[in-house]
């Protein structure tokens, strides 16, 4: 079962930027389509930013637009999520979902049960 490793999280303060990665322990991960989700308390999980296995295609939540941006480093096997101009609402456990070769190769996946490969989430705490 692949092993899903997210890193970069903390606290920063509202308006500040955060670089979250994820990579695939002993996989290659550049096989994936992967999604960030988040899950802040007492809300449900929720679709972030996605890249298809192509890297070509990458799709967003409305409240993210413009501030964050899914890339995929295949040199290092890993994906990125740039968040700019984090806000108090950004608050979350941040998720990293895979896929390992979806049958279209250019589909983003939005739907968390699209992803059976999940990691163990890293804290994000933006601070007014």
């Known amino acids: 079962q692949v092993q899903l490793v997210e890193s970069g999280g903390g606290l920063v303060q509202a308006g500040g930027s955060l670089r979250l990665s994820c990579a695939a322990s002993?996989?290659?991960?550049?096989?994936?389509?992967v999604g960030w989700f988040r899950q802040a308390p007492g809300k449900e999980r929720e679709f972030v930013a996605g890249i298809s296995w192509s890297g070509v295609m990458t799709d967003y939540a409305d409240s993210v637009k413009g501030r964050f941006t899914i890339s995929r480093d295949n040199a290092n096997d890993t994906v990125s999520l740039q968040m700019n101009t984090l806000k108090s609402e950004d608050t979350a456990v941040y998720y990293c979902?895979?896929?390992?070769?979806?049958?279209?190769?250019?589909?983003?996946?939005?739907?968390?049960?699209?992803?059976?490969?999940w990691g163990q989430g890293t804290q994000v705490t933006i601070s007014s």
């Open positions: 979902a895979g896929r390992s070769r979806p049958p279209l190769v250019h589909a983003v996946l939005i739907r968390s049960y699209e992803y059976p490969n």
């Open positions: 002993g996989r290659t991960f550049s096989n994936y389509a």
